[in-house]
């Protein structure tokens, strides 16, 4: 395992600081190319093999192996001084579309292929409307950019809905949403559960808010784990706000609030 401390010593320097800032000027499609590494220390696949070639820096260089290994969690766009967003840095524009079946406020937001069943429940048990999006999913596990008319389309329809809430961590990130478990008491949600929350990582910044909007809905959180990640080494004794984790057998929330 590569020690954290050695990675995070990595400096920004006024130099580093100054390439990264003429980067945009200088037209280059590729920052990860003169980048020491910035958001090693961010990276799962890089902290579980301590190989380089499976980091921003090997996957930046090798559209293969990007494809084959890296997890599109999106963490080193984060940490990126400049937001590169290596996750969709190869591949084809991929097109999204939204289908709203069933009108209502709240309005929850579902990926087809993710949470759908999850979300019919929980639209069922609230009364809420019911919105799915067709090719999401495809964006967090096949990587590639958003075709940007597709992605300005649904964001427009979801617009004129009051209250729309996102069931998943990519649904939120990629358009713009509330994360639902950012509401569960507004939306007379109990979470009857005790131990460690996973923060998902698609959404630091907000790791807080989340713990305390389940902590007000009854949750008795123990921990919170930030630096797993559940695409490459999910842990069992944790809870999940990702619906994801029902494919790898472990408990998301919603097998609580939607069983």
């Known amino acids: 395992m590569v020690s954290l401390t050695v990675l995070r010593a990595i400096k920004v320097t006024p130099t580093l600081i100054a390439r990264f800032a003429l980067l945009p000027f200088r037209k280059v499609r590729n920052p990860c190319l003169y980048c020491p590494g910035i958001c090693l220390a ?77 979300a019919e429940k929980l639209s069922e048990r609230l009364g809420a409307g019911l919105a799915v999006v067709k090719g999401l999913d495809a964006r967090y ?24 809430f996102a069931l998943s961590p990519e649904a939120a990130h990629a358009l713009g949403l509330e994360f639902l478990p950012l509401h569960p008491s507004e939306l007379g949600i109990k979470v009857d559960y005790e131990g460690v929350v996973h923060a998902p990582c698609l959404l630091r910044g907000v790791e807080e808010r989340v713990i305390e909007s389940l902590r007000a809905a009854g949750a008795r959180i123990t921990g919170v784990d930030r630096d797993s990640c559940l695409k490459v080494k999910p842990r069992g004794q944790t809870l999940y706000l990702c619906p994801r984790a029902r494919r790898l057998g472990l408990l998301s929330i919603y097998d609580l609030i939607a069983p």
């Open 42 to 118: 961010s990276c799962p696949t890089f902290l579980e093999s301590g190989s380089l070639a499976l980091s921003p820096l090997g996957y930046s260089r090798s559209p293969a192996l990007w494809e084959e290994k890296c997890a599109k969690c999106w963490r080193c766009t984060f940490e990126c001084p400049l937001g590169y967003a290596l996750p969709e840095a190869f591949g084809k524009p991929l097109r999204i579309e939204v289908e709203v079946v069933r009108g209502g406020a709240p309005l929850l937001v579902s990926v087809e292929e993710l949470d759908l069943e999850y």
């Open 141 to 164: 596990t096949r990587g590639g950019p958003l075709d940007r008319s597709s992605i300005d389309s649904a964001k427009k329809r979801l617009a004129a809905h009051a209250r729309v």
